[in-house]
C-alpha cells in the first residue's frame, strides 16, 4: 500500500474537462453578447443626448459670437429668442452645410455626420444638410419651431 498514491484515469479526466468545457463555453459566449449590446447602448445613448443639446442649441440659442456667420461662427445658433429662428442664421447655417460640410460637422457634432431639415407644416423645406442613409444608425430628433413667422419642423439626426 506504500507505493500507490492516487490514480488519475484519463478517461475520466477527459470527461470531466468536456463538461467543464461545455458548461463554460455557452456562458463565455453570452458574456461576449451581453458586453457588445451593453457597449452599443452606451454609443447610442451618447448619440442621443449629443443629438439633443445640439437640437436644444440650435433652436434656443443665438451662437457664439450672436452675431455669427459663416467666417467667425464659434458655436452654431439659430434662435433670435427661444424656439424663434432667424432668418439670415438659418441661411449661413445652410450655406455652411452645403460648402462646408467638415467644419459644420466639427463645430456642430464634435465630428459625428449628421442630417439637417426644416420645412414647414405645409410641406414647404427651407433647406437640408446631409441625407439620411440607410445602412448606418440614425438617432433622430424632432423639434418644433417658428421661422418666418410660420410653424416649422426641424428635423436633425446623428449619423453613425
Known amino acids: 500500500m506504500k507505493g500507490k498514491r492516487g490514480q488519475v484515469w484519463s478517461l475520466d479526466l477527459i470527461t470531466s474537462i468536456v463538461i467543464?468545457?461545455?458548461?463554460?463555453m455557452p456562458l463565455f459566449f453570452l458574456w461576449s453578447y451581453v458586453n457588445r449590446q451593453n457597449e452599443q447602448q452606451i454609443l447610442f445613448d451618447e448619440a442621443e443626448n449629443l443629438a439633443l443639446s445640439v437640437s436644444d442649441s440650435l433652436i434656443r440659442t443665438r451662437g457664439i459670437p450672436e452675431d455669427w456667420n459663416t467666417s467667425n461662427v464659434n458655436t452654431i445658433g439659430l434662435a433670435t429668442k427661444e424656439n424663434v429662428?432667424?432668418?439670415?442664421?438659418?441661411s449661413y447655417f445652410l450655406t455652411m452645410g452645403g460648402s462646408e460640410y467638415n467644419r459644420t460637422r466639427t463645430i456642430l457634432t464634435g465630428g459625428y455626420d449628421f442630417f439637417f431639415n426644416l420645412?414647414?407644416?405645409n410641406g414647404t423645406n427651407y433647406g437640408i444638410i446631409g441625407s439620411k442613409p440607410d445602412d448606418k444608425t440614425l438617432v433622430p430628433i424632432e423639434r418644433y419651431c417658428l421661422y418666418n413667422d410660420r410653424l416649422a419642423k426641424l428635423e436633425f439626426a446623428i449619423i453613425f
Do not use: G, Q
Not at 85 to 90: I, N
Open 20 to 24: 467543464f468545457l461545455m458548461v463554460l
Open 85 to 90: 429662428l432667424d432668418a439670415s442664421k438659418v
Open 119 to 121: 420645412t414647414d407644416l
